[in-house]
């Protein structure tokens, strides 16, 4: 039997096709696409579960799945469900099923949106690396063009220097996202088609992009500043001038400048974020619509898979333009393999220029006397690695993630969360305790994964998925993660005690939230325990169950090369610069001492422009 047939027989079970609808018929291959763009681990083990739920309808009827009849299906089905043991089974494959599911849906069913008309982006000055020589030179590289990359391009070109960006992924443009499905856009814009996961108990899928823009590409737009508390520490613990509340407060403006940083308007928030500030309200808890860079939102909640109006400002359409007009140029498709050293030079190494990959396998040479490390916190101390730069005992380690859970509430009356702002409102009465609360929808067709059951149960939910709200929170966690590996990046996480004990308080808060803005029931995203129809009834299921037993995903990795004054804990020192070689800075999430405890962004942006004007400074003087 083919593994199309396989899958083909899986879904029509999850999802009790009958054929009175045409949309589960088109889920197979759109199931086929999603698992094309998983890395292979990921695929296989897809391939696996499905295999393993055939095999047991195999054994209990002597038939595949896809020979049964409905009924027959739904029976093996309930039959998997009732053992505990075999949930996780069932689970791995519910996930990139609803995804596609999600999505046949809305394209069927769902009235086609007014055509959004795409402003054409400001300019780039992108080059191919298949057009870029094979020997070039410049005055300083900068490997990586997210957040943190393109802040620090922007500072040097406008110092004068001659600067090159260089992007492993490639130039996305507003009217593209404005063309395709969101979940098309979702493999295309993640690495790993977004299923990067740190291994742990449990483990957390960690996406991050991979484009010219970076993660701030397919980030929420949520801004907030780095709250004092956090500066301070960062000052006084570790060492770190820069994080002195005033100095770092004006790096913290001009970003917001730049990204034109607003709170976002009531008109546009959507019912999820007006329904969060119901629930805070009811409770008298602290919320407020988020700050963001999108100060002409359209609402259309699919800022995770690219902005297609051009409202949310992302590097590509704010930094990186300001750093090309000042000079900066942008080479794409370049993968950097590694860091050129002179080893053996009078003073000590020092860094000379970088070789980068090129699609084709071929390579190029660009030889630099300063190189900018900004590939992010999971890339980045793989490729200092590969460089021979990776000696520091704390390279890789203190990786800090801000663990994160859903959780969906069930209203009498339509929420259609797909319809506003994607994350809109922040309940902050726990963030001193390190719980911070955002209302956060998926992107039309892609907010179905949490919900539970399976066959019949399970589209009964998705048929009423426009009555759920949905709430996310994230904790300020402990460093329990490390990135290991050189050619490929692998990802541990160990969720500490305490962390794992917040994330439960944390469901439970968003379940109180919830109910008391009027949810007749709350949906956990947890098999062994989907649903609660009361706060007690929700705290009394938590207290059966740990933090194990979530589905956790982050989106922040922070602090694998940290900035700080000891050299025995800190790979790079208070000024951004990598301990053991000169020419080398830290200007990413990578450098952060510890997690800012709110939503990254504008922390690493700022810390990128204050280790990238130093340099500058340095380097205006010499
Ligand atoms: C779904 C999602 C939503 C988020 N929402 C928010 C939000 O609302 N607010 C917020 O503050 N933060 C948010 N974040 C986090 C925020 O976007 C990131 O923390 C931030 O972009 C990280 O910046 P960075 O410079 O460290 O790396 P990135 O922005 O990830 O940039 C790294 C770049 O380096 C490139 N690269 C990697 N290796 C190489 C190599 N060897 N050669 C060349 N290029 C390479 C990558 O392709 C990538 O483009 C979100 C993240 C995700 C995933
Ligand atoms: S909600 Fe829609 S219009 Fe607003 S920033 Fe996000 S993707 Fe853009």
Not at 442 to 463: Q, T
């Amino acid at each position: 039997m083919s593994g199309q047939e396989r899958l083909g027989g899986l879904v029509a079970a999850l999802l009790a096709d009958d054929g009175s609808k045409a949309w589960p018929g088109a889920v197979p291959r759109r199931l086929g696409s999603v698992l094309g763009t998983m890395p292979a681990a990921a695929r296989t083990g897809v391939r696996a579960a499905a295999a393993a739920v055939d095999a047991y309808a195999a054994v209990r009827t002597g038939r595949r799945l896809h020979g049964l009849t409905p009924d027959e299906r739904e029976t093996v089905l309930a039959s998997l469900a009732s053992r505990r043991a075999l949930l996780p089974v069932l689970d791995a494959v519910k996930v990139p099923v609803m995804l596609a599911a999600g999505t046949e849906r809305m394209i069927h069913e769902e009235p086609a949106p007014p055509p959004v008309s795409a402003p054409e982006d400001p300019p780039l000055d992108c080059v191919p690396s298949v057009e870029w020589p094979d020997r070039s030179t410049a005055d300083a590289v900068v490997i990586g063009s997210g957040a943190g990359g393109a802040i620090a391009a922007r500072t040097l070109a406008r110092a004068g220097m001659r600067v090159l960006v260089l992007e492993e992924g490639r130039r996305h443009t507003t009217a593209e996202f404005g063309r395709r499905a969101p979940l098309d856009r979702f493999g295309e814009l993640y690495r790993d088609g977004g299923g990067t996961i740190a291994l742990g108990n449990p483990p957390v899928v960690l996406p991050v992009g991979r484009a010219v823009g970076g993660t701030t590409v397919v980030n929420s737009g949520t801004c907030y500043r780095t709250p004092d508390h956090v500066l301070t520490r960062w000052r006084d613990s570790y060492g770190l001038g820069m994080a002195d509340a005033d100095s770092f407060g004006e790096c913290l403006d001009e970003v917001e400048r730049t990204l034109q940083v607003a709170t976002a308007p009531l008109d546009v928030l959507g019912r999820n974020g007006r329904t969060a500030l119901l629930g805070a309200e009811k409770l008298g808890w602290q919320a407020a619509p988020l700050r963001r860079n999108a100060t002409n939102c359209k609402g259309s909640c699919q800022c995770v898979v690219g902005c297609p109006t051009g409202a949310k400002q992302s590097v590509q359409l704010s930094v990186l333009p300001d750093a090309c007009a000042a000079g900066a140029r942008i080479v794409t498709g370049a993968y950097v393999q590694r860091v050129l050293v002179e080893k053996d030079r009078p003073g000590g190494p020092r860094a000379c220029g970088v070789v980068v990959r090129r699609p084709d396998g071929s390579e190029l040479e660009i030889l630099s006397p300063l190189v900018v490390v900004a590939a992010g916190a999971l890339h980045s101390p793989p490729l200092l690695r590969r460089s021979g730069l990776g000696g520091h005992p704390r390279l890789g380690r203190n990786l800090a993630i801000h663990p994160a859970a859903s959780v969906a509430g069930r209203f009498t009356e339509p929420v259609t969360a797909w319809r506003g702002v994607l994350q809109s409102v922040g309940v902050e009465e726990l963030h001193s305790d390190g719980i911070l609360i955002e209302a956060t929808a998926g992107p039309p067709g892609m907010g179905s994964f949490v919900l539970p059951g399976v066959g019949r149960a399970l589209r009964r939910e998705l048929d009423g998925a426009e009555s759920l709200a949905t709430l996310g929170a994230m904790i300020a966690d402990l460093p329990s993660g490390r990135v290991m590996g050189a050619r490929r990046t692998l990802l541990r996480y160990d969720l500490a005690r305490r962390d794992g004990e917040r994330l439960m308080r944390a469901v439970g808060a968003m379940g109180k939230v919830l109910f008391a803005a009027g949810a007749e029931e709350v949906l956990t995203g947890i098999p062994a325990a989907p649903k609660a129809h009361s706060q007690a009834q929700l705290e009394k299921m938590l207290r059966g169950l740990t933090a194990k037993q979530l589905h956790l995903s982050a989106f922040h990795p922070t602090g694998t090369v940290a900035l700080g004054a000891d050299p025995q804990t800190a790979p790079a020192d208070t000024e951004g610069r990598l301990r053991g070689v000169q020419g080398v800075l830290i200007a990413d999430g990578s450098a952060l001492p510890s997690c800012p405890e709110v939503n990254p962004q504008l922390t690493i942006m700022a810390t990128a422009l204050a280790v990238s004007g130093a340099a500058a400074t340095v380097a205006q003087s010499a």
